[in-house]
Each structure stands twice: as structure tokens, then as C-alpha cells.
């Protein structure tokens, strides 16, 4: 079985310009999340989704936005990218049912570089 | 405020030299306790889910335990290709549904 796919694999930006990241999760899984990871840091959640509906949202501003579409692949979109926006954009796929036993699996990530 | 913090930040081992990576947490009500590996540049690869204090789970030389305030991941006879950087991350009960609260991770090296 495929796991979970990502791209593209890196991508290299000026500042303010927009950028969007796609991801399809594993068959059968119906939850999608992304975590952004900053050199030396462990992933920071950015926003969930499960069946086309936003379930959470950290700590980020709002030129981070996100959607999920029927077939449950999912695009994280970045506005006015900043400097500080350079990290490694990890997208995790569940089944979503809120089990005990719901666990996330990670794509490879998408390495963005902002110049 | 919850809390993931690990420890060691970096970890030197000889080949079957065996050690321990600790992560203490500080969560109101920990629904599971993710231990996950990553390699450079890629995406963390699951490992172990642990629940309630008291339990434990094991895959070749890697052993995770749990208690109330801490989780260990023992890691037994380590060979060079278990070099990585281990990641240990938190799901707190009542949040957004499956949210993963992360530590800094230790990276580990093993040296022949």
C-alpha cells in the first residue's frame, strides 16, 4: 500500500509570494494534518482536517490557510511568505475515527526555502 | 501549559553500547504517547503508541516504556543504522481531534 505522498519535494520562494502544498493520504484514511518543522525543532501543528471540515488550528497566521477536498487529498496554502516561513512542511494522514488507536503517519515533507 | 521536553539533546553511542531517551511530559489527560524516528531530511516514521502508565512495547533493539510523567525509549545493542533523531510527542485528550504535541527529539548517533 502507498503511504502517505507529498509535493513537491522542495520549492524555493522569494518573499511575499504565495505557495501551495498538496498531499494525498493513505487509502481509507479521512483525517489530514499539517505540522510545520523548523530546522532543529520538533513538528508544530498548523491545522487539521477530516471529512472536508476544519477540526483545529495552532498557532499560526491567518496567510496559512488549508482545505481538504472529497477524495480526502488535501493543499496547505502560504500568503506573503515571510523569511521565517523556511521549514520542512509535514503533511500526516489518519483514519480519523478518534480510536485510541487513531495514529498519524507522516509523508517525506515538502522542504520550503524562502529567499 | 502542556509540555513535551526530551533528553538528551544529542546522544553519542558505540555499536552495542545500550542507553535510554527520555521524554517528560506535562498534559491535562494524556490520551497516547507517540514515539516516532527521523531520518534527515525526511518525514517521521512511526514507531510506538503507548497509553497508560505501566506499559510497555517493543520492536527489535527498541523498547518504549511509560509512566505518569515520563516515557523512555531503551534502545539495546544499537547498530549504525539506528542512527536518526527520535521524536517523542503527546495527544491530550479533549483537544483537536488527533493534534500531536511534539519535544525538540534527541538525535542519536552510533558509531561503528
Known amino acids: 500500500d502507498a503511504g502517505v505522498t507529498q509535493s513537491p519535494t522542495h520549492l524555493i520562494k522569494t518573499r511575499g509570494q504565495h505557495v501551495t502544498l498538496r498531499c494525498s493520504p493513505i487509502?481509507?484514511?479521512?483525517?489530514v494534518s499539517w505540522y510545520q518543522q523548523v530546522l532543529g525543532q520538533g513538528p508544530q501543528f498548523i491545522f487539521q482536517?477530516?471529512?472536508?471540515?476544519?477540526?483545529g488550528r495552532g498557532n499560526f497566521p491567518d496567510r496559512f490557510s488549508a482545505r481538504q477536498f472529497p477524495n480526502y487529498s488535501s493543499e496547505l496554502n502560504v500568503n506573503a511568505l515571510l523569511l521565517g516561513d523556511s521549514a520542512l512542511y509535514l503533511c500526516?494522514?489518519?483514519?480519523?475515527?478518534?480510536?485510541?488507536?487513531?495514529?498519524?503517519?507522516f509523508g517525506p515533507g515538502t522542504r520550503l526555502t524562502v529567499l | 501549559e502542556d509540555q513535551v521536553t526530551q533528553s538528551p539533546e544529542a546522544l553519542r553511542l558505540q555499536e552495542g553500547e545500550s542507553s535510554s531517551l527520555n521524554c517528560s511530559y506535562t498534559?491535562?489527560?494524556?490520551?497516547?504517547l507517540f514515539w516516532y524516528r527521523q531520518d534527515p531530511g525526511k518525514g517521521p516514521e512511526f514507531l510506538f503508541t503507548?497509553?497508560?502508565a505501566g506499559e510497555e512495547k517493543e520492536k527489535e533493539r527498541l523498547k518504549a516504556t511509560l509512566t505518569k510523567k515520563e516515557s523512555f525509549l531503551h534502545i539495546t545493542a544499537p547498530k549504525p543504522e539506528d542512527s536518526a533523531t527520535y521524536l517523542c510527542?503527546?495527544?491530550?485528550?479533549?483537544?483537536?481531534?488527533?493534534?500531536?504535541?511534539f519535544g525538540r527529539g534527541t538525535q542519536l548517533t552510533v558509531w561503528p
Open positions: 498534559v491535562s489527560g494524556l490520551r497516547g
Open positions: 510527542a503527546v495527544q491530550r485528550r479533549g483537544s483537536t481531534l488527533g493534534r500531536l504535541y
Open positions: 482536517y477530516y471529512e472536508k471540515e476544519e477540526r
Open positions: 500526516a494522514s489518519s483514519l480519523g475515527t478518534g480510536a485510541s488507536t487513531d495514529t498519524q503517519y
Open positions: 503507548l497509553y497508560s
Open positions: 487509502s481509507g484514511h479521512k483525517s
